[in-house]
């Protein structure tokens, strides 16, 4: 049976659903706060004028009760502009705590490399140019994709501004674009990423430690990511239920599809790394097949990956606008909670060492 069979069940997914464009060529208003504005701690009013002898005294009144009023709304701005400074301030000071953890994981890593490639592969591998330049580009890779994450959070955190300050539906759009072009963009790194080292995409090396438990195929299964956006939306209507159901049950399919696809090539590959009774007669052979079955996983990840992109631009259109933020905003707080415990626990375990 032609191993690449399940792939040919993969091909409902088309080129329909492309989000045009990268990150940057979206000009993003974003709702950033203007830390430099001073805010006025009172209102001083200039010095009244005698009321003219020409006008009725209700007019001076009505004057004074103006001057007021609008020294009530000078205060209430004022006072809004602190709470938005303070606001600022305090997210400022978690973003750059969180570039420092980031950071440090960062360095960590390509020490860790770096001695892997200093120490094992030199003894290994000495002379082999190949070998340093394919973990180069693995910590690279890394490294990338640790920038990527930083701006992810960056990006939940313009979400969630823009539902506190009731942003306007084109705003939304926007920002939900931007999160959608945001999420394509990894895509894009895994697949140079996989032609480096499909091993280590497959591994989840690269992610933290709690999110390698829901590892398939180099990522998330696109059905439990309808898993843990559907439950934060409003309220769905009929039709939208049934398009998400109708898209649950397609990711369903397409994911068994692809693991009974790689469930065969492992059980070729078994077959032919398996002692062979002619000896080294077929051994060149064998070897030669089991290579061309390697370079057939990049094949897998990458159709894994276009299925859940797929799935997200889908669920994209099936919900409103405000609806899709909600959703996005729910994925990327899961994604960073599973970093965080992640962190809590390799320092558990380092405090209990």
Not at 181 to 196: E, Q, T
Not at 261 to 275: A, E, F, P, R, Y
Request: charged share 20%.
């Amino acid at each position: 049976m032609d191993i690449y069979e399940p792939f040919k069940q993969v091909n409902m997914w088309g080129d329909s659903f492309k989000v045009e464009g990268g990150l940057n060529s979206i000009a993003s208003p974003l709702l950033l706060v203007n830390t430099n504005i001073e805010a006025k701690s009172e209102y001083i009013p200039h010095e009244p004028r005698e009321p003219c002898g020409n006008y009725p005294e209700t007019t001076s009144a009505n004057k004074d009760v103006s001057k007021v009023l609008r020294r009530l709304a000078q205060n209430r701005e004022a006072a809004k502009k602190s709470r938005l400074r303070k606001k600022a301030y305090v997210q400022q000071l978690e973003t750059s705590r969180l570039k420092l953890m980031q950071l440090e994981l960062e360095i960590g890593k390509t020490k860790k490399q770096g001695m892997y490639i200093g120490g094992v592969l030199d003894a290994s591998y000495m002379g082999s140019p190949g070998t340093f330049q394919l973990q180069s580009g693995i910590v690279a890779f890394e490294i990338e994709y640790g920038h990527w994450v930083t701006e992810q959070q960056r990006w939940n955190e313009e979400l969630r501004n823009a539902f506190e300050n009731n942003a306007s539906n084109v705003h939304l759009h926007i920002l939900v674009q931007s999160v959608l072009n945001h999420y394509s963009n990894l895509f894009r790194m895994k697949v140079d990423a996989a032609k480096i080292n499909v091993f280590h995409l497959i591994s989840g090396a690269w992610k933290a430690s709690v999110e390698r438990i829901f590892l398939w195929i180099g990522g998330s299964r696109p059905s439990q990511l309808l898993n843990i956006i559907v439950p934060q939306l409003e309220p769905l209507t009929d039709k939208q239920m049934a398009s998400v159901n109708n898209l649950r049950l397609s990711s369903q399919q397409a994911e068994d599809a692809l693991s009974q696809g790689l469930d065969k090539l492992q059980q070729s590959m078994v077959h032919n790394i398996g002692v062979d009774p002619l000896g080294a007669a077929n051994f060149e052979f064998q070897i030669a097949d089991a290579m061309e079955k390697i370079e057939a996983l990049e094949g897998f990840v990458n159709q894994a990956d276009h299925l859940r992109q797929q799935t997200l631009l889908h669920m994209s259109r099936i919900l409103t606008t405000h609806q899709a933020a909600q959703g996005l905003v729910a994925l990327g707080e899961y994604l960073h909670r599973l970093r965080n415990l992640s962190s809590l626990w390799a320092n558990r375990s380092c405090d209990s060492a």
